[in-house]
């Protein structure tokens, strides 16, 4: 055998375990089956919008923990019994809380986190307009000490200029 052979052979034994590795892993994932693409559709919208309480911001169609895994087909089984979406995230948000949703509810405990941005570009627009305003109102006029340094500057370039063009005139 020549090498380009033994090559193509090692690439397409390669090909082959990963196309293996790749069927055996889809094959451990959940499967769930629908009576509709409608129930599938909601499957997919509730799981993504649901927060996975043991894992750091992922949702519950993202995450591989466990706890996960229990949420998803608790999901599945509200919608084949007929619930409605309201009801599902009402489930999760009693038994995991508010924090299970990642659209929380406006209440006391979340006013912060619903109206804390605004507040904050409020504030540092209030700010940006005092500072642009502090610096307009700076006065412009001279004071006569400053008035007479300036002349006598003036005075004083006027006379360079003059010897300067004398020089270049020799």
């Known amino acids: 055998m020549n090498r380009v052979t033994v090559m193509l052979s090692t690439m397409l034994f390669a090909l082959l375990v990963g196309?293996?590795?790749?069927?055996?892993?889809?094959?451990?994932?959940?499967?769930?089956?629908?009576?509709?693409?409608?129930?599938?559709?909601?499957?997919?919208?509730?799981?993504?919008?649901?927060?996975?309480?043991?894992?750091?911001?992922?949702?519950?169609?993202?995450?591989?923990?466990?706890?996960?895994?229990?949420?998803?087909?608790?999901?599945?089984?509200?919608?084949?019994?007929?619930?409605?979406?309201?009801?599902?995230?009402?489930?999760?948000?009693?038994?995991?809380?508010?924090?299970?949703?990642?659209?929380?509810?406006?209440?006391?405990?979340?006013?912060?986190?619903?109206?804390g941005p605004f507040v904050a570009l409020f504030i540092g627009m209030v700010a940006v307009v005092v500072h642009v305003r502090g610096k307009r109102k700076v006065s412009a006029e001279l004071t006569d000490e400053e008035r007479a340094k300036l002349a006598a500057y003036e005075a004083e370039l006027a006379q360079r200029d003059e010897l300067e063009k004398k020089e270049q005139d020799r």
């Open 19 to 115: 196309l293996a590795a790749t069927h055996t892993a889809h094959a451990a994932g959940e499967y769930y089956a629908f009576d509709t693409a409608e129930q599938e559709r909601r499957f997919s919208q509730l799981t993504g919008e649901l927060r996975c309480p043991k894992c750091q911001n992922q949702s519950i169609a993202d995450s591989d923990a466990p706890l996960a895994q229990d949420m998803r087909q608790r999901v599945y089984q509200m919608i084949m019994e007929g619930r409605s979406n309201a009801e599902i995230i009402e489930f999760m948000k009693v038994r995991y809380g508010d924090f299970v949703h990642y659209r929380p509810p406006v209440n006391r405990s979340t006013l912060v986190l619903w109206f």
